[in-house]
């Protein structure tokens, strides 16, 4: 079973940035399709960023311009880079591999408010 580990969640004004960071252990990460989701209280889980094993990206709408979805398969890692942070955004942010189906984080907080 692959564990992920989130981490880089925060406290950050409107129109600040963050990066999470997602680290997953065991071998073969490079081959796997990874993603980023979130939640908001009240709501349900939400498909925030994905990327392929070829580096291949897509974006919800909500995010696209200010998100980015990278990989680092050296360190078995991947990032969300949000820029132009909204109070819209604030939610849990959850790591996966392998689709819904697959292994998720323990989620990281965002919260964006002045």
Known sequence: QVQLVESGGGLVQPGGSL?????????MFSMYFMGWYRQAPGKQRE?????????????ADSVKGR???SR???KNTV??????LKPEDTAV????LGGPNGSWGQGTQVTVSS
């Open 79 to 84: 990032y969300l880079q949000m820029n132009s």
């Open 67 to 69: 998100f980015t979805i």
């Open 72 to 74: 680092d398969n050296a």
């Open 47 to 59: 498909l925030v960023a994905t990327i392929t094993s070829a580096r291949s990206t897509n974006y």
């Open 93 to 96: 942010y959850y790591c996966n």
């Open 19 to 27: 990066r999470l960071s997602c680290a997953a252990s065991g071998s």
